[in-house]
């Protein structure tokens, strides 16, 4: 039980990446806050974790809305008495070469990447440290944090900004004990991807099967997609980590694709 509990603040867990991540804290002991936009999605995994014996609530929340930001966190301030961990983790994907791309929706993707990070953070630092026992802020980067794609510009400079913002809350919050790491998976095949396999056919003019092959896993070393286990081994990590020594570090977890 790495994370006896802890409270884990988990965005985006009602589906995906961000799922795995609170089964894999909920079995290692922690009371988990699944903070989602799908409040249904949300309750319904709420009880999924309960019905293993763990302690979960549902939260509806925008990421990007500073008022619901607050309210959830407060929400699970009164559920569980604090925060030890935040996973900001929300996101979508939308993808169009940059002269096409409509100026709403390069405000939408940062408004949710970055947003949505800056907001949970701000709201979560406040308890870590009146708490005075530390904490973990983990953010859902990419290995576009770290490297560039065809047709994902605003994706692409929110997931990069996520490695400034965290080495910022590394520097602010070390004299709190918070410290802060970004996670860079590859492809992971969830519905966040599901939908982009079809667009980028229509976009590159080739087949779904050359997009999977030829563009999102070309340059693994086995042709595998990224687990959302791989990833929420990594996030486990980060959050179980006992000391400062890995703060500010961004993680990629790739099967290989980049490599740093
Ligand atoms: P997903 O679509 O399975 O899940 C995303 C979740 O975020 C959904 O439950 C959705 O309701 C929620 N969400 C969307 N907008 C929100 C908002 N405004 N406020 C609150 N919740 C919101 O996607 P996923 O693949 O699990 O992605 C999770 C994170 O991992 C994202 O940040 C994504 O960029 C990142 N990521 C994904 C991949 C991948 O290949 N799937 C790779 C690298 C990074």
Redesign the pocket.
Known sequence: MQLKDKVAYI?????????EIAIVYAREGAKIVI????KE?ADATAAELKATGAQAIGVG????NEDQVNASVEEAVKAFGGIDILVS?????IVHPVEEFAFADWKKML???LD?AFLTTKACLKHMYAQGRGGRVIY?????SKEASLLKAP?VTA?HGLIGLAKTVAKEGAKHGVAANVI??????????EKQIPEQAKTLGITEDEVVKNVMLKETVDGE??T?DD?AQVALLFAAFPTNALTGQSMVVSHGWFMQ
């Open positions: 965005t985006g867990s009602a589906s995906g990446i961000g799922k903070a989602d936009l799908n999605a929340v925008d990421v990007t983790n929300a996101g979508i994907q408004a949710i990447h949505g859902m980067g990419s290995v576009h994706y997931k860079c998976p590859g492809f992971v095949r969830t519905p966040l991807v997609f990224t959302t990833v």
